[in-house]
């Protein structure tokens, strides 16, 4: 069965910091989607960075890049230079033929 | 160009009620679903559709029913409230070309308690 795994429910890091937020995903199938997306206190999702099965080069997107490792089945989210809102909740998500797969979460507490 | 929108924000039940949540969206995507979230989880997946006309269940679709009658809404039906059904519900559309690499963009939520 396809899963995703968070395994740091809460994180904390220094503002101006960089953080790596972990994910590792299980699926039998070779095409696939990782996706992050961040959920503020506020409740919305809001969609930060994708990465293909077959992309041959880590995702950016400004702040935010993804340490896509396939052979391990880890696709990490960094986020350099944090800023006090980016204090929310992470959550990594797997796409199996557009069902999103999600994984518990990862509080992420930046502190000034 | 509004999005994924959700009404209501709010919406309180008592066991037994039926209710629909709403959910549209502009930008002309073929697919949309419903996930709930409940405390400390992640989102899981209710029912999806991938065009007007087709729906299907996802990781938990007891005690909901959908239909898409139009590109646009993709309504979400509460038979008969139950306490567990005490979550927050987003609707998300996408576009439906590649499947599994189209991003899906979420509505801002409804927060639904059933007492």
């Known amino acids: 069965a396809q899963k995703i795994t968070q395994t740091q429910p809460g994180m904390f890091v220094q503002e101006k910091e960089a953080v790596t937020l972990d994910c590792t995903y299980d699926?039998?199938?070779?095409?696939?989607?990782l996706f992050w997306y961040k959920q503020p206190s506020s409740g919305e999702m809001i969609f930060l960075i994708y990465?293909?099965?077959?992309?041959?080069q880590n995702a950016t997107e400004g702040r935010y890049s993804l340490n896509f490792q396939k052979a391990r089945k880890s696709a990490n989210l960094v986020i350099s230079a944090s800023q006090l809102g980016d204090s929310a909740m992470y959550f990594c998500a797997l796409n199996q033929g557009g069902k999103l797969i999600f994984g518990q979460g990862t509080e992420l507490s930046v502190k000034p | 160009n509004a999005g994924v929108t959700q009404t209501p924000k709010f919406q309180v039940l008592k066991t037994g009620q039926s209710m629909t949540l709403q959910c549209a969206q502009d930008?002309?995507?073929?697919?949309m679903s419903w996930y709930r979230q409940d405390p400390g989880m992640g989102l899981r997946l209710i029912h999806y559709s991938v065009g007007a006309g087709i729906t299907d269940q996802g990781e938990v679709p007891n005690g909901y029913n959908v239909s898409r009658s139009t590109t646009e809404d993709f309504p979400l039906r509460l038979l008969s409230a139950a306490p567990s059904q005490t979550s927050v519900y987003f609707c998300a559309s996408s576009s439906w070309t590649s499947r599994r690499t189209d991003t899906q963009y979420f509505g801002p939520g409804t927060r639904l308690t059933v007492l």
């Open positions: 699926t039998s199938d070779q095409s696939y989607g």
């Open positions: 930008m002309n995507h073929e697919y």
């Open positions: 990465q293909g099965s077959y992309d041959e």
